[in-house]
């Protein structure tokens, strides 16, 4: 068992590496000095405790998000109002932290709950949809998503738009919101510790639980889980609720860590990356929290190339999407002769 | 207030990529293959079309290449999910990312710039006048002078009607689409008909990119579909499974956006008006799954 789950492990480890190589190498031979390139996207982001830091930065809405859709994925559901979950739930945590008239301490915590409630309302409305009328949440949920970013850009327009600066942004969050720095000379801030306890937590939830279990089995086998008298349209809304309240917690903690004003002015894109990292983790919250880290490593090394050479950052969003494919891709990942080839034992018998 | 009358030609611009796409999102999902990928399809085909028309100086090579651009991605999808055997959802998602990433970066090679394709020398397909009808007063300006590809969306119409209801590929294709299994059971090649229907579904697609790149506008910028092939998809679920619901639920949803282009710099807030083509399909969708749920009830 153990032997062919370190099979598969290596095997989606290949494919990452594959993956990246084909985008990279091509993209690398454009330039005078491909080499150069390579090396900088591959070690740059480990040169400095800045980069370091901002690989952290960046895995941590990943975290949130990854976290959420694995536990939305694992209970059979395809909801992708994460994205707008995690739009929604920033603006909901700024438009809170402006609003609400309490003391210090207590601002953060007050206004990042609001904005998680108010922003899984992108994955609620689907899940209820689902589960009273059997409306495909998947689609529903696409639509949503849009919905959400226009309705927040109303909301910002019309009541949080600080008419003293220059573009469509919301006034100043008070500094008594915004959270912790965790280490000098980065913007590593205490959010990633709460990312960190949300997919230990996670963990703890989908395999330690009664409620996690239900999870797993009604998202594995619904039919199964419908004969044993689970209440599978019941165990899919939960885990949507759950994982609309955890990205919209996540980009509640963006702001609070990272912004001095609401900015967005489109989906920022962290729910889909999120979709990735979980895909990467397969599923699995704890492996939420490295696949998060790699996919940071590779922004960050794009963003490197792009600032020393002629190649756009876009690069990164090519491996994501071919990340997406390839590693669900059952024909690569469920091949036997490759998971042999990997020090499978019997074939097909892995997971 | 609004000089509705006026707004006509304004709707059918709007509406025009979203009959397109739409079309090709309700060609593929007859089959069983919701397509995700079509916002991505659609970005692929306004690039080529705006690069292939700039280096021929053909506005009509130029949709050539959009239409081709956009069957070849659905080609890609149909490896990622036939033959590598990946999620469709997923693999549309990571087109749509594939798409987004791959048309800047091929852009910001051709030209140097990220953002915008305006230093390349694009062509725009021409407008059509319609012979006896443009000399009609008040009905002539209406209807005649539109863009070719708003015509050929609004005949492709009727032709993807009769395609899925009343010919051979039609009826496999539906048959797919309400049941593989079965379908191959009896015969039907089930992979060469979702194979088919994506292809169909990438062609329009790339006439719904080259029209927005070559009609709408006469260039190409980053991301410049903003999320109409999702409309699209929202327009093929309220039509609940016709070519013809298609076309309205695109000409409905085409004219809330013309509304809101028409009130921008009035003071009126547009982004709640923006919101609408997403809001009216989800109530769509809930009023259809209720219907369906209490006939299955009865």
Sequence with gaps: MIRNALAETALTLAIVFVVVALVLVPLAMTQADPVGVVTTFLFGPFKSIRHIGNIIELATPSMFCGLAVALILRAGMFNLGVEGAFFLGGLGTVAAALILPLPGP????????????????????????????????????LMLNFAALFIGLYVLNVWLRDPAAGAMVSFKIPA?????????????????????AACGLGALYLFRTAGGFESRIAGANPSFA?????????????????????????????????????????????????????????????LVIPAALFLGWLQVGGDLVARNFDIPNEAVGLMQALLLVTVTAAALTRNPRLLRAFGARSPGAAR | MIDLLGLVPAILRVSTPLILAGLGVHVSSRAGVLNIGIEGMMLAGALAGVVISALTQNAWLGLVAALLAGAVLAALLSVAIHLLRADLVLSGIALNMAALAGTTLALFALTGDKGISSSLPSLTLPMVR??????????????????????????????????????????????????PEAAAATGVPVLRVQVTALLISGLFAGAAGAFLSMGYVSWFSQNMTAGRGFIALAADVMGFGYAWGTMAAALLLGTTEAITLSLQGFGVPSELLQAIPYLVPVLAMVIHARRRKRREAH
Excluded: K
């Design chain 1, 106 to 141: 207590w601002l953060a915590p007050a206004a990042l709950l609001a904005g998680a409630v108010i922003g899984s309302s992108v994955c609620v409305v689907p899940g209820v949809l689902r589960a009273r009328y059997g409306a495909s949440e998947l689609v529903s949920s």
């Design chain 1, 176 to 196: 008594d919101a915004r959270l912790p720095r965790l280490i000098e000379g980065t913007r590593i801030h205490i959010g990633v510790l709460l990312a960190l």
């Design chain 1, 226 to 286: 419908a004969h044993l008298g689970l209440d599978v349209a019941r165990i899919g809304l939960r885990a949507q609720i759950l994982g609309g309240l955890i990205a919209a917690f996540g980009g509640g903690i963006e702001m609070l860590g990272l912004y001095q004003r609401f900015s967005w002015q489109a989906l920022p894109g962290n729910g889909w990356t999120g979709v990735t990292v979980a895909i990467l983790a397969r599923d699995h919250p704890a």
């Design chain 2, 130 to 179: 319609l012979p006896l009808i443009d000399d009609i007063p008040i009905l002539g300006p209406l209807l005649s002078g539109h863009n070719v590809l708003t015509y050929a969306g609004l005949l492709a119409v009727p032709l993807v009607a009769i395609l899925v209801n009343r010919t051979p590929l039609g009826l496999a294709m539906r048959a797919v689409g309400e049941n």
